[in-house]
């Protein structure tokens, strides 16, 4: 198993594709929270956001992203997207778009945690 240890390794690490979908992300964490800190926790891509992180993750179909519990305001746009037999985490599939409106309701939820 690779042991990345930062975030752009990690990224150079994906398949092009995923990579653009992740970057993509993480641009929008730093244009909502200029003051975002990212690092590598558990071998993913972590956000420091509220006092919590927030985690993506690059899959061969999807991109994970978790935890997204506490948001009850979000759970009916998100429950497309939430993960087999779970709660707590989303998967974008390559085969959409990107749901960035709402992965920046997830971040400045987070971020008024």
Avoid: C
Avoid at 17 to 41: G, Y
Avoid at 67 to 82: D, F, K, R, S
């Amino acid at each position: 198993m690779t042991k990345y240890t930062t975030v752009d390794e990690y990224f150079a690490a994906q398949p092009v594709e995923v990579a653009e979908r992740l970057t993509s992300i993480r641009k929008l964490f730093h244009t909502l929270l200029p003051d975002t800190k990212e690092s590598i926790r558990y071998q993913i891509v972590a956000f420091s956001v509220g006092g919590y992180y927030l985690y993506i993750s690059g899959y061969t179909h999807h991109i994970g992203m978790y935890p997204v519990y506490g948001i009850p305001e979000l759970e009916e746009e998100m429950a497309h997207y939430h993960g087999k037999g779970t709660k707590d985490s989303l998967h974008f599939k390559h085969s959409e778009p990107l749901p960035m409106k709402l992965i920046e309701k997830i971040i400045l939820a987070k971020d008024k945690k």
